[in-house]
Each structure stands twice: as C-alpha cells, then as structure tokens.
C-alpha cells in the first residue's frame, strides 16, 4: 500500500503533470462566494474538497425556507458532495436537484418544491428519502440505495419505474396518478401505500410488504396481482371488489374490505387471514 503526500494525491486523482506550485495553490483555494453563501457556508460548517470542487459536511445541512441565496433560479447556488448527517431543502422553490449531495448518511429531504425530476438527487441515502409534495411524473434519478424509507406521495406519478427495488421500511406512493405499480420495489419491509390512485390492477405489486398493504381509494376489480405475503393489515377499501380472488397467500393481521360494490364475503374466514375480515 502506497502513502501519498497531498500534491501527489491530487496530481494522480485528477492526472495533471506536472503540478506547478500554482496549480496545485489554485486547487486547493475555495471558490469566492458572496456574503449570503459565505455564511451559510460557515453555520452549516461545510467544508470545500479540492478534489470533488464540492462542498462537504460532517452533520447536518438544512437550507430554509427563507435562504435565498442558496436557491437562484430554482438551483442551488452551490454544488454538495458527501453529507454525513441529514440534508434537507424543502420550501425552497427548487426547480431542479443539480447540485444535491451525491451521498447522504441520514435523511434526505427535498419535499414541497416545484421538481418535475429526480435527476441530480443522491446515488446513496443512509435513511429516509422525501420527495413527495412536488410535480414529478416519474421517479427516473431517484437513488437506487435507501437505508430507511421512500417517500413519494402527493405528486403527479404514472409510473414507479425508477423507484429502488428493495426498501426497509416504508414505502408510500399514494395521492398520485398511478393506474399500475410496475416499476414498485419487489421487498417492503414496513407499509406499502398506494391509495388514492387510480389503479385498476395490482400488476408491479411487491412480493412482500412487512407491515400493512393498502390500496385503498382506488378503481380495482380484482385482487390479483397482490403481494404473496402481507405482516400486518391488508387494506382494500373503496373500490370496486366483488370477491377475495387474488388475495394474498398471507395476511398476518386483520383484512379490511369494506365500501366495495358488490362484494361477497366468503361463508368461512380463510385460513390466510390470522385476523378479523373488516366488511
């Protein structure tokens, strides 16, 4: 294993030779920022990478609704590299994630802004991921790594292609335009929560939900399609049932069915329910 000094280091990681004194003086010299940014820079305890061109931090970060300067334009005004605590930008009239950490170690939340795309957000988050409350039509950019859970409820989804195929707690995708879940994680370990789209199938469902399946508030006809094993609840209120047909194998806690059209309940609960049917 090789020990570099500093200006080997950074001559080989951006391959420049041969480093001049003032080259290498010019790298390491932190950007000129107005007076707005330079303190944000400072209370946020940032710290400039000469390698990335990036600001990192070892907390932290929060732009507020009222930090103008760090959002011109609907961008930020500066670019983050590795944030090792919690990002958050909401209420910051961002039009666009370009400049959005590349890696988060907590949460990363980019709720209630005007974004109609993902592209710019991190590759990796340690925790939970926020999006919702924007105008998204579809979850392309979004990270493909998320420690905790994904939060994209309240946009403009028609698809969920894009979205991480494996999250450990939960994943909410209601109050969007959906009519099908392909492209949803295939593993939930907490709530899934589709409701209050427009579904008319279950296709692209996960196979396992940990905790509670809700599709509830949505045009569906048939449960087919829907995750194999549910821990919890399973709810499919309002909608347009007339039978279990496609229900799941498992159900770990109660069904609730209730405000279906037609609905007909089976003379015998199901040994697949371990709680009450809800009609």
């Known amino acids: 294993m090789r ?18 004194k003032s080259r290498l003086d010019d790298l390491k010299k932190v950007p000129f920022q107005n007076s707005d940014i330079t303190k944000f820079i400072e209370s946020n305890n940032l710290k400039w990478n000469p390698i990335t061109k990036l600001y990192d931090c070892d907390g932290d970060v929060e732009i507020e609704y009222n930090d103008y300067a760090m959002v011109v334009d609907g961008k930020f005004s500066i670019s983050f590299g590795v ?34 795309s993902l592209e710019g957000a991190p590759n990796e988050v340690g925790v939970d991921f926020y999006c919702s409350s924007n105008n998204l039509t579809t979850l392309d950019g979004a990270p493909q790594y998320v ?30 335009n959906l009519t099908t879940l392909e ?11 589709c409701s209050s789209n427009v579904l008319t199938t279950l296709k692209g469902a996960p196979k396992y939900v940990g905790d509670n399946f809700i599709c509830s508030y949505n045009k569906l006809t048939t449960l087919e399609c829907a995750p194999q094993e549910v821990g919890v609840g399973f709810y499919c209120t309002s909608n347009n049932l007339t039978s279990l047909e496609g229900a799941p194998n498992k159900v770990g806690g109660y069904f609730y069915c209730s ?21």
Not at 83 to 110: M, N, R, W
Not at 183 to 193: C, E, L, Y
Not at 259 to 279: A, H, M, Q, R
């Open 3 to 20: 020990i570099l000094k500093s200006d080997t280091y950074i001559n080989e990681k951006l391959n420049i030779s041969p480093l001049t």
């Open 147 to 176: 420690g905790g859970g994904f939060y994209c409820y309240g946009n403009k989804l028609t698809t969920l292609k894009g979205a991480p195929q494996e999250i450990s707690k939960d994943f909410d995708c209601s109050n969007n």
């Open 183 to 193: 492209g949803a994680p295939k593993k939930v370990g907490g709530d899934f929560d």
């Open 259 to 279: 405000d279906n059209s037609n609905f007909v309940l089976p003379k015998e609960k199901p040994s697949w329910v371990k709680g009450e049917i809800i009609s």
């Open 83 to 116: 944030i090792k605590g919690s990002f958050k930008c909401t209420y910051a009239h961002l039009e666009s994630l370009k400049g959005a950490p590349q890696e988060v170690g907590g949460d990363f939340d980019c709720s209630n802004n005007k974004l109609t």
